[in-house]
């Protein structure tokens, strides 16, 4: 994946679609208090096991906000999207498995891992927690998202990955993490 990035800068946000920015002010026993958070979209992200590569597949994409801290901005990620649509969390996970990775699968193929909280310093949006198996007869395009997005599917072999969770050169999410352990936890 190509990944030149120039001329990147921060700006105010103006007219914002995915998250507002808020003091938040309050009491906490009896002492005036703020704290400034984000209110984002939750989320869906989806743990794919390819069954006869024996290999997870994930997503590579470019963030700025990880480019802000470490220059290169690529991270490796569990495929997953924001809910933002008047469906059910497990029809949005199975519209993002097929944009983004290219497989089609049917709902009654996603199991329900859980839920948790992210970015809970400023942000507190939750996410839910999927896990599918796939393999090539489900494959209907190449993936790599819609519209603009610019997302590479890669598929990383079950053998690496526990090395691969630990491996603080890449960046990747926790929820890719625990996901993984899970995944050796209750699949292996």
Known sequence: MENEIKSF???????PKFIT???ATYQQNG????????????????????????????VKQFRPAVYLNNNEGLTIELCAGIVDKNLSLMH???????EECGYRVSVDRLEKITSFYTSVGFAGSKQMLYYTE????????????VDDE???V???????????????????????????????????
């Open 9 to 15: 800068r921060l700006n105010p946000l103006e007219d």
């Open 154 to 188: 890669l598929y990383l072999p079950t053998a690496e990955a526990k090395s691969f969770i630990f491996d603080e050169a890449v960046a990747k999410t926790p929820g890719l993490m625990f996901a993984f352990m899970w995944w050796f936890e209750n699949k292996k």
């Open 134 to 145: 796939v393999d090539e007869s489900m494959k209907v395009s190449e993936g790599g998202g």
């Open 92 to 98: 949005i996970a199975a519209e993002e498995i097929e």
């Open 21 to 23: 920015t808020s003091l």
């Open 150 to 152: 610019q997302i590479e």
């Open 31 to 58: 002492m005036a208090k703020s704290w400034e958070i984000v209110e984002a979209h939750d989320s869906v992200a989806i743990l794919i096991y390819h069954k006869t590569k024996d290999a997870f597949v994930l």
